[in-house]
């Protein structure tokens, strides 16, 4: 791994949502349709930050 890929990653992960017991206390908190909602908009937060700063750093 380069370390712009390496940056890129960190950036990425830091952002992603990987844990589920965390979406499985939203669930319980918020209700289905919320802990989607949250959820998708964490992934794709995450990939659009992500292919930003890899076209900053190239």
Known sequence: MT???FI???IV???FMPCLASL???KQE???KET???ACSCILISILTG???HH???
């Open 3 to 5: 370390s712009e890929q």
């Open 8 to 10: 890129v990653f960190g």
């Open 13 to 15: 992960m830091a952002l």
């Open 24 to 26: 499985v206390s939203m």
């Open 30 to 32: 918020l209700g289905t």
């Open 36 to 38: 989607i909602a949250i």
């Open 51 to 53: 292919t930003m700063f």
């Open 56 to 58: 900053i750093i190239l």
